[in-house]
Nanobody, 125 residues
Framework: VQLVESGGGLVQAGGSLRLSCAAS????????MGWFRQATGKEREFVAA????????AYQISVKGRFTISRDNAKNTVYLQMNSLKPEDTAVYYC???????????????????WGQGTQVTVSS
C-alpha cells in the first residue's frame, strides 16, 4: 500500500489543521491506520490510530481531547483533525498502515509496515 500525506503547514498556537493520508495499491479497508510524528532530534512517536472499521481509536495522552483520527474507506483516506495546537506539536507527521489482526489496534512504530513520506506541521507561539 502506498501512502501520501497532505495538509501540513504553519499555524499559530491555538489554531487548527487537518491532515489527510491517501492510500492506494491494496484494499484500504483491511488496514489499521496510524499517525506518528517526529520532532527534530527526537524519536518518532505515536499520535493516534484507528481500526479498519473506524470503530476503535487510540491516542497519545498529550493529544487526547485535541486531536481526532477518522477514516473514509470509500475515499481510501485517513484524517487527523488537530485543534488547539501547541508549539510542542511541531513535527513531521507520518501516516502508517498495517493489516488489521482481529480487534487489535497497533500503537507502536515497529508494528507498522507501510509509511508515507511525512508532512511538516509547524506551530508558532
Amino acid at each position: 500500500v502506498q501512502l501520501v500525506e497532505s495538509g501540513g503547514g504553519l499555524v499559530q498556537a491555538g489554531g487548527s489543521l487537518r491532515l489527510s493520508c491517501a492510500a492506494s495499491g491494496r484494499t484500504f479497508s483491511r488496514y489499521a491506520m496510524g499517525w506518528f510524528r517526529q520532532a527534530t532530534g527526537k524519536e518518532r512517536e505515536f499520535v493516534a490510530a484507528i481500526t479498519l472499521s473506524g470503530a476503535s481509536t487510540a491516542y497519545q495522552i498529550s493529544v487526547k481531547g485535541r486531536f481526532t483520527i477518522s477514516r473514509d474507506n470509500a475515499k481510501n483516506t485517513v484524517y487527523l483533525q488537530m485543534n488547539s495546537l501547541k508549539p510542542e506539536d511541531t513535527a513531521v507527521y507520518y501516516c502508517a498502515a498495517e493489516l488489521q489482526r482481529g480487534s487489535y489496534l497497533p500503537t507502536r512504530r515497529e508494528e507498522y509496515d507501510y509509511w508515507g513520506q511525512g508532512t511538516q506541521v509547524t506551530v508558532s507561539s
